[in-house]
């Protein structure tokens, strides 16, 4: 089997609530979302999605997922896409670094592995721990009172998980997690996610202040050093994402003992391929996993679903179902939520078709 043409499309998502804020005054309203079809001479086309959370959450952006999709796709053209070691390497030396742009390419040649062995992505990944997986909310930044609100409105949803998102003002972030937590019941999960926004002053400030609070401390400071000191400092349980992007920062704060809990985003590492490999080895190392993306529509929700669902219960600290966040659906198949939680598709496979009336007319082809 070869890679006989690769096509890009872009896709608007438009959020529900209108607007997602987060530290420091960023906010995005409409992601734009790059979807992948890598086609195959044995008539298997396989599609991928790589969707950043605007510009300036990561070192990420659409319009360069899809310029360095166009740069990776004659790499590609003519390797048989099943060989996801060979598919890697070969973008890696194609391109240095940039591994967002790599993801949605990973991704849509696990989906055609799974179609040509008739086996799901979740299968090929490990196999289904269990009947599902439980979600968490992000919570848009908002006065304290109104994420109270908003986090009581989606727990009546089912959702027991939540992300407030925090990161500004020390003393309005701390009243943002006192406010929330007064709502939740014993067994909820909070976690205060400062997204890189507090100095390390200022993340010191608030863990004790909500050091009788349960919560999880969610990626405090801009710098591994400042996280540590953050950790070393607080009783709170800690969460690092941002600053954990390969194999190796995760064998270093896990021997630093920085966290007890990292977010395992696939566009962020790479794709598929190299997440299951942070994913295996947070295992083996005893450290538990949120496992999502930067953002997508049905394709990386079902990538997403694929990834946590064949990882152990133990270690499955949460996911996302990014789907129900946004008013377009780009693909039929994908999980979906119900209260709370949501399952892979069983189907060969992502088990997603794309909606070609919503992607139109692809922005990149390479052909053989």
Same mark, same amino acid.
């Given at each position: 089997? !070869?890679?006989?043409?690769?096509?890009?499309?872009?896709?608007?998502?438009?959020?529900?609530?209108?607007?997602?804020?987060?530290?420091?005054?960023?906010?995005?309203?409409?992601?734009?979302?790059? #979807?992948?079809?890598?086609?195959?001479?044995?008539?298997?086309?396989?599609?991928?999605?790589?969707?950043?959370?605007?510009?300036?959450? &990561?070192?990420?952006?659409? $319009? @360069?997922?899809?310029?360095?999709?166009?740069?990776?796709?004659?790499?590609?053209?003519?390797?048989?896409?099943?060989?996801?070691?060979?598919?890697?390497?070969?973008?890696?030396?194609?391109?240095?670094?940039?591994?967002?742009?790599?993801?949605? &390419?990973?991704?849509?040649?696990?989906?055609?592995? @799974?179609? #040509?062995?008739?086996?799901? #992505?979740?299968?090929?990944?490990?196999?289904?721990? @269990?009947?599902?997986?439980?979600?968490?909310?992000?919570?848009?930044?908002?006065?304290?009172? $109104?994420?109270?609100?908003?986090?009581?409105?989606?727990?009546?949803?089912?959702?027991?998980?939540?992300?407030?998102?925090?990161?500004?003002?020390?003393?309005?972030?701390?009243?943002?997690?006192?406010?929330?937590?007064a709502v939740l019941e014993p067994a909820d999960v909070l976690v205060a996610d400062a997204n890189t926004g507090w100095?390390? +002053?200022?993340?010191?400030?608030?863990?004790?202040?909500?050091?009788?609070?349960?919560?999880?401390?969610?990626?405090?400071?801009?710098?591994?050093?400042?996280?540590?000191?953050?950790?070393? +400092?607080?009783?709170?349980?800690?969460?690092?994402? $941002?600053?954990?992007?390969?194999?190796?920062?995760?064998?270093?704060?896990?021997?630093? @003992?920085?966290?007890?809990?990292?977010?395992? !985003?696939?566009?962020?590492?790479?794709?598929?391929?190299?997440?299951?490999?942070?994913?295996?080895?947070?295992?083996?190392?005893?450290?538990?996993?949120?496992?999502?993306?930067?953002?997508?529509?049905?394709?990386?929700?079902?990538?997403?679903?694929? &990834?946590?669902?064949?990882?152990?219960?133990?270690?499955?600290?949460?996911?996302?179902?990014?789907?129900?966040? #946004?008013?377009?659906?780009?693909?039929?198949?994908?999980?979906?939520?119900?209260?709370?939680?949501?399952?892979?598709?069983?189907?060969?496979?992502?088990?997603?078709?794309?909606?070609?009336?919503?992607?139109? !007319?692809?922005?990149?082809?390479?052909?053989?």
């Open positions: 089997m !070869k890679v006989t043409a690769i096509r890009a499309y872009q896709v608007d998502l438009p959020l529900r609530e209108g607007t997602y804020t987060w530290a420091g005054g960023k906010s995005v309203s409409t992601f734009d979302s790059t #979807v992948v079809a890598v086609d195959t001479d044995a008539g298997v086309t396989g599609y991928g999605e790589v969707c950043p959370l605007g510009p300036n959450y &990561l070192p990420a952006y659409a $319009e @360069g997922a899809r310029t360095g999709i166009g740069v990776l796709a004659p790499a590609l053209v003519g390797v048989d896409p099943t060989e996801l070691a060979v598919v890697n390497a070969r973008m890696d030396f194609a391109l240095r670094g940039h591994p967002y742009v790599k993801s949605a &390419l990973d991704m849509a040649c696990w989906d055609i592995l @799974g179609k #040509v062995a008739g086996q799901s #992505v979740a299968t090929l990944l490990g196999g289904c721990f @269990g009947e599902g997986i439980a979600l968490y909310r992000a919570i848009t930044q908002l006065p304290p009172d $109104e994420m109270a609100r908003n986090v009581a409105g989606y727990r009546a949803q089912g959702y027991t998980r939540f992300q407030l998102k925090v990161g500004n003002d020390p003393d309005t972030d701390i009243a943002r997690i006192r406010a929330v937590r100095t390390q +002053h200022a993340a010191i400030r608030v863990a004790d202040a909500v050091r009788d609070v349960d919560v999880y401390i969610e990626q405090p400071c801009a710098t591994y050093e400042q996280c540590l000191a953050v950790r070393r +400092h607080t009783n709170r349980p800690v969460v690092l994402d $941002e600053i954990v992007d390969d194999l190796n920062m995760l064998v270093r704060a896990a021997g630093d @003992g920085a966290m007890d809990v990292i977010n395992l !985003k696939i566009s962020k590492v790479g794709g598929l391929t190299k997440a299951r490999q942070m994913r295996d080895l947070a295992v083996a190392l005893g450290i538990a996993m949120t496992i999502e993306d930067t953002w997508g529509g049905d394709i990386v929700t079902a990538a997403i679903a694929a &990834l946590a669902h064949s990882t152990p219960e133990a270690f499955r600290f949460s996911a996302t179902d990014f789907n129900s966040y #946004v008013t377009v659906s780009n693909a039929e198949g994908a999980p979906q939520r119900v209260n709370g939680r949501m399952a892979s598709s069983r189907a060969p496979g992502l088990g997603v078709t794309p909606r070609m009336h919503v992607l139109g !007319k692809p922005l990149l082809e390479v052909k053989g």
